[in-house]
């Protein structure tokens, strides 16, 4: 997987739906989102996906299930995020398809879980570990990465019931 940083987040803001235990994203305008779509792909941590838009493999927002009962309480925010674009080379993504960022269920290294920070109101999807840059992709939305790849997932989200 290939990450190369480019410009300009997408406009809009994160929601946690308490109804639903559902991440979601809300674009300022969903035709900026549809440009950058084109053919929609996902990568998926388990229940919580990535929107990719193909072919040009452009991050876009994280939405999906998770629940709250599981967040661990650990302080933390995005320190020293730049506002850019992520992009992914990943050969097995195609249009319309998920493909997982997990690739070993049975490593402990390959576990990732929800970290919530009450006091900042940051979620911190991680499989452990220090991220080596951090890009807001979407308002209130930071990829971490390194040289492997993708580290985590930084959310601020509004909570909406």
Same mark, same amino acid.
């Given at each position: 997987?290939?990450?190369?940083?480019?410009?300009?987040? =997408?406009?809009?803001? *994160?929601?946690?739906?308490?109804?639903?235990?559902?991440?979601?994203?809300?674009?300022? $305008? /969903?035709? %900026? !989102?549809?440009?950058?779509?084109?053919?929609?792909?996902?990568?998926?941590?388990?229940?919580?996906?990535?929107?990719?838009?193909?072919?040009?493999?452009?991050?876009?927002?994280?939405?999906?299930?998770?629940?709250?009962?599981?967040?661990?309480?650990?302080?933390?925010?995005?320190?020293?995020?730049?506002?850019?674009?992520?992009? =992914?080379?990943?050969? *097995?993504?195609?249009?319309?398809?998920?493909?997982?960022?997990?690739?070993?269920?049975? $490593? /402990?290294? %390959? !576990?990732?879980?929800?970290?919530?920070?009450?006091?900042?109101?940051?979620?911190?999807?991680?499989?452990?570990?220090?991220?080596?840059?951090?890009?807001?992709?979407?308002?209130?939305?930071?990829?971490?990465?390194?040289?492997?790849?993708?580290?985590?997932?930084?959310?601020?989200?509004?909570?909406?019931?």
């Amino acid at each position: 997987m290939n990450l190369v940083p480019l410009t300009q987040p =997408v406009s809009g803001r *994160a929601v946690y739906s308490l109804a639903d235990q559902a991440f979601d994203f809300v674009p300022t $305008d /969903p035709g %900026e !989102v549809a440009a950058r779509r084109g053919s929609p792909a996902s990568l998926a941590l388990d229940t919580v996906l990535i929107e990719v838009g193909m072919p040009n493999g452009i991050l876009l927002y994280v939405w999906g299930y998770s629940p709250r009962s599981s967040w661990l309480s650990v302080p933390g925010r995005p320190e020293g995020a730049v506002d850019g674009v992520v992009m =992914v080379d990943e050969p *097995a993504l195609g249009p319309s398809g998920s493909v997982s960022i997990r690739r070993d269920r049975s $490593d /402990p290294a %390959e !576990v990732w879980w929800t970290q919530f920070d009450p006091e900042s109101g940051w979620c911190r999807i991680t499989r452990g570990g220090a991220d080596g840059r951090l890009t807001r992709i979407a308002t209130d939305t930071v990829i971490g990465t390194d040289d492997t790849g993708i580290t985590s997932m930084w959310l601020k989200p509004t909570f909406v019931r």
